[in-house]
């Protein structure tokens, strides 16, 4: 099935990888231009695509397509079909051929065109991609990156919109990164492909066109973004606000809101969900003494549960106020639009705990 060139790389995969580059905590806030997260996931691709020749992309309209979601726009016209792999509606099987080749020293990100057909490749990211290093007392390397868009659209049904982000966080051996904003895309999937270790890379439907402001040096070929680390969007001083992906620009909103009443709310943007960024984290709730946790997942065995024991576990003393979950409705996604906006956290929601957190409304259990 490998193309002479790819068979060419085979035959070299015993040579030195790539290490990764040496990544520094900067400050990336001079924005120079705007970028879309589609055109910074496209670029991040096309720039390590060109970096490393082991770089090879596989999934479902990849190709020819252009991507479901144009994620992949021209990369086949640019690399070829030898690194650009339409596939067959077979997600087990393009996901099984990607790990092997890993196994083999190539670097393939390999593009579910939802998280929610993963389901039909979790064997191969688990069993196979996840324990493989382990297993083999860290003589066999597997570089691969999973990823596509995870968690509620809009209008698809109970099979179309779950979020996996706690998932795939379960799972020892997994690296899982979830971008907000453009440079968090174009800094996170460069880091996730450099990678050694398997990454799941979660990304939203409903965040591709929006627009973020972009530094110069993350427009820079060699920028990356340190796996494992959060990053403060906004700085506060009365209450942590945690939350990822999407869910990170409804926090910004609500801490907007929030400002007009005189509560000061940090926001973090947690990037990483494996590995958890737990000294930010508790860093920020032992200067706010108070937390709330936000997800588009649902509330039990959660990432915002996680985050909640470990406050608990280790800041439990600096807590003036019960920390608090916001998250999905522990239902399955409904289809009609007004159930479905009730069934996932709102701006308003978060609002809300944040004035029970500072004790500035009723509390919940005296409404009900």
């Known amino acids: 099935m490998l193309g002479a060139a790819r068979r060419k790389i085979l035959g070299q995969m015993l040579g030195r990888i790539r290490p990764i580059a040496s990544i520094q905590s900067?400050?990336?806030s001079t924005?120079?231009?705007?970028?879309?997260?589609r055109e910074a996931l496209n670029s991040a691709l096309d720039e390590e695509m060109s970096a490393d020749p082991k770089v090879f992309l596989m999934g479902e309209e990849v190709g020819e397509y252009q991507g479901a979601y144009k994620i992949t726009k021209d990369l086949l016209q640019k690399y070829g079909p030898d690194r650009v792999?339409?596939?067959p509606i077979t997600e087990a099987g393009f996901a099984g051929i990607g790990v092997g080749a890993a196994y083999h020293g190539l670097r393939p990100v390999i593009e579910f065109m939802t998280f929610n057909f993963s389901m039909q490749a979790i064997d191969h990211i688990i069993n196979s991609a996840a324990k493989s290093n382990y297993m083999?007392?860290?003589?066999?390397?597997?570089?691969?990156?999973?990823?596509?868009p995870n968690g509620a659209a809009a209008g698809v049904g109970a099979q179309h919109s779950q979020c996996y982000a706690a998932w795939y966080a379960h799972v020892p051996g997994l690296k899982v990164l979830s971008?907000?904003?453009a440079e968090d895309a174009r800094g996170l999937l460069k880091a996730a492909i450099r990678d050694p270790d398997p990454v799941v890379f979660l990304e939203n439907e409903l965040l591709y066109g929006e627009t973020f402001p972009v530094s110069a040096e993350a427009l820079d070929s060699s920028f990356c973004l340190p796996i494992g680390k959060a990053k403060i969007e906004r700085a506060g001083?009365?209450?942590?606000?945690?939350?990822?992906?999407?869910?990170?620009?409804y926090a910004l909103q609500a801490a907007e809101i929030l400002s007009k009443e005189g509560i000061s709310a940090e926001v973090?943007?947690?990037r990483s969900l494996r590995p958890l960024d737990r000294p930010t984290i508790n860093a920020s709730v032992r200067?706010?003494?108070?937390?709330i946790t936000v997800e588009e997942g649902f509330p039990q065995h959660g990432v915002g549960a996680e985050i909640c024991t470990s406050v608990v576990e280790e800041s439990f003393e600096y807590l003036d106020a019960p920390v608090e979950r916001i998250s999905a409705a522990d239902v399955p996604m409904p289809y009609a639009a007004n159930l479905e906006r009730m069934a996932v956290p709102q701006v308003d929601d978060i609002v809300r705990a944040a004035k029970r957190a500072c004790y500035r409304s009723v509390p919940m259990a005296a409404t009900a």
Do not use: H, W
Request: aromatic share 8%.
């Open 237 to 249: 001083k009365d209450i942590t606000i945690t939350a990822f992906s999407k869910m990170v620009g």
């Open 85 to 87: 792999l339409d596939t």
């Open 31 to 37: 924005a120079v231009k705007e970028m879309t997260v």
């Open 268 to 270: 973090i943007n947690l």
């Open 179 to 181: 971008p907000y904003s």
């Open 287 to 291: 200067k706010t003494n108070r937390l």
């Open 26 to 28: 900067m400050s990336y």
């Open 136 to 148: 083999s007392a860290g003589q066999l390397s597997v570089p691969i990156v999973f990823r596509g």
